[in-house]
């Protein structure tokens, strides 16, 4: 199974700030990554897919890149409801696997 | 808008099994896969595994294989994750989510079912 692993675990910045996540996957996954939003108590929100795609109705300040191994979900100016856990998740083979997440917060 | 609705938070002894429903509205029922996430307390998120709405074709984790069922009722748009021999560390907020254009993203998501399995 591909593996996902995120760093850094947790981020602490403040609004207006750029924050800088990264997901690494144990091997080549072309584009076939998506990032997700999760604040407490809700359902994850898909903000990424195929690694740079916006999903519909996400801001413009969310930008996701990278390709092979190696992704990046930047946020270029933190507003106070972007403090949340992010996770990336690989599409590329069975199973569906997920990174462990990276918390932003204040 | 699409919409997923989940069926209320359940408790369950060891041993016992639980359903999940889904309640899909807001698009059609049978072009979308449907798949199952799981997270347990504090913990990331795990995919359980897909049904097919259209045909009830099926694809499970290997972690769960054995243990839980999916399927699905047309009439009323709706599906439904059985999960059987619970343990306590089947503890945890179960979700679905629509594919979001056959493309194994999952947009949206269901707001989540918590299962505690306690004795």
């Known amino acids: 199974e591909i593996v996902l692993t995120q760093s850094p675990a947790s981020l602490s910045l403040s609004p207006g700030e750029r924050a800088t996540l990264s997901c690494r996957a144990s091997?080549?996954?072309?584009?076939?990554l998506a990032w997700y939003q999760q604040k407490p108590g809700q359902a994850p929100r898909l903000l990424i897919y195929d690694a740079s795609n916006r999903a519909t109705g996400i801001p413009a300040r969310f930008s996701g890149s990278g390709s092979g191994t190696d992704f990046t979900l930047t946020i270029s100016s933190l507003e106070p409801e972007d403090f949340a856990l992010y996770y990336c998740?690989?599409?590329?083979?069975?199973?569906?696997?997920f990174g462990g997440g990276t918390k932003v917060e204040i | 808008q699409v919409q997923l609705v989940q069926s209320g938070a359940e408790v369950k002894k060891p041993g016992a099994s639980v359903k999940v429903s889904c309640k899909a509205s807001g698009y059609t029922f049978t072009g979308y896969y449907l798949y199952w996430v799981r997270q347990a307390p504090g913990q990331g998120l795990e995919w359980m595994g897909w049904i097919n709405p259209n045909s009830g074709g099926t694809n499970y984790a290997q972690n769960f294989q054995g243990r839980v069922t999916m399927t699905r009722d047309t009439s009323i748009s709706t599906a439904y994750m059985e999960l059987s021999r619970l343990r306590s560390d089947d503890t945890a907020v179960y979700f679905c989510?629509?594919?979001?254009?056959?493309?194994?993203?999952?947009?949206?998501w269901g707001q989540g079912t918590l299962v505690t399995v306690s004795s």
């Open positions: 091997q080549s996954i072309s584009s076939f």
């Open positions: 998740q690989q599409r590329s083979d069975w199973p569906l696997t």
């Open positions: 989510a629509r594919d979001r254009a056959g493309d194994n993203w999952f947009d949206p």
